[in-house]
C-alpha cells in the first residue's frame, strides 16, 4: 500500500497515528521508569500532545469506521492531529535550542521555588531534583530525544496535514459544501 492510499483512508491512517503516538510515548514512559531518565518540564510539556493525538484518532477512527460521519468532521480531526503533532515538533525544536544553548529555557525550566522565608526557601532548593532542560539526557549519533522528537512529530504532521487536505479535495470533488 502506498503513502498515496494510506492518505486516502481515514479508517488506517487514524489508527496509524495512534500507535504512533503511542509507541512515541511508550518510549518516552520506558526511558522514564525502566531506563531511570528523568524528563525535564520540556520533555514533560513534549508529551501532552500525543495524547491529544491519541484520543482525537481514536474519536476520528471512531468516526471514520462509523456509519456516516458529520460533513467535514474527519477533515477537522485530521487537521487537529496535524496541528497537535506540529505543535509538539515546536516544543521539540524549543527544546534542542535549549539543549543547544541556542536560547534560554523558561522559567519552568529550573524548577518551582515558592517560599515564605529563607529558611523554607533552603529547604525547598535543598530537597528538589531539577531536571535541567539545558541538559542533553540521551543522545544518539549527537541528536537528543528531543531532536529525534522533533523530526517524528514533524514527520507525522506533515502525513495528518496531507490527510487532511487530501480529504478536503475529494470533499470538494464530490460537491461538498466548502470543500
Known amino acids: 500500500m502506498t503513502l498515496s492510499q494510506i492518505l486516502d483512508r481515514p479508517d488506517l491512517l487514524f489508527p496509524l497515528l495512534v500507535a504512533a503516538s503511542s509507541l512515541i510515548l511508550g518510549v518516552a514512559f520506558a526511558f522514564q521508569y525502566i531506563g531511570g531518565l528523568e524528563p525535564c518540564v520540556l520533555c514533560?510539556?513534549?508529551?501532552?500532545?500525543?495524547?491529544?493525538?491519541?484520543?482525537?484518532?481514536?474519536?476520528?477512527?471512531?468516526?471514520?469506521?462509523?456509519p456516516s460521519p458529520p460533513p467535514g468532521a474527519l477533515i477537522?480531526?485530521?487537521?487537529?492531529?496535524?496541528?497537535?503533532?506540529?505543535?509538539?515538533?515546536?516544543?521539540?525544536?524549543?527544546?534542542?535550542?535549549?539543549?543547544?544553548?541556542?536560547?534560554?529555557?523558561?522559567?519552568a525550566c529550573v524548577g518551582p521555588t515558592v517560599?515564605?522565608?529563607?529558611?523554607?526557601?533552603?529547604a525547598q532548593l535543598l530537597a528538589l531534583k531539577v531536571v535541567r532542560c539545558?541538559?542533553?539526557?540521551?543522545?544518539?549519533?549527537?541528536?537528543?530525544?528531543?531532536?529525534?522528537?522533533?523530526?517524528?512529530?514533524?514527520?507525522?504532521?506533515t502525513v495528518a496535514s496531507l490527510a487532511a487536505w487530501r480529504m478536503s479535495l475529494l470533499r470538494a470533488a464530490q460537491g461538498g459544501p466548502h470543500g
Open 115 to 122: 517560599a515564605d522565608s529563607i529558611e523554607a526557601l533552603r
Open 134 to 157: 539545558d541538559q542533553v539526557a540521551w543522545s544518539l549519533g549527537g541528536i537528543s530525544m528531543a531532536g529525534y522528537n522533533m523530526a517524528a512529530a514533524a514527520g507525522l504532521g
Open 44 to 66: 514533560m510539556w513534549q508529551r501532552y500532545p500525543y495524547g491529544a493525538v491519541i484520543i482525537l484518532g481514536l474519536l476520528g477512527n471512531g468516526m471514520a469506521r462509523g
Open 76 to 107: 477537522i480531526v485530521m487537521g487537529l492531529c496535524a496541528f497537535a503533532l506540529f505543535t509538539d515538533s515546536a516544543i521539540a525544536g524549543f527544546h534542542v535550542g535549549v539543549e543547544e544553548k541556542w536560547w534560554q529555557g523558561s522559567a
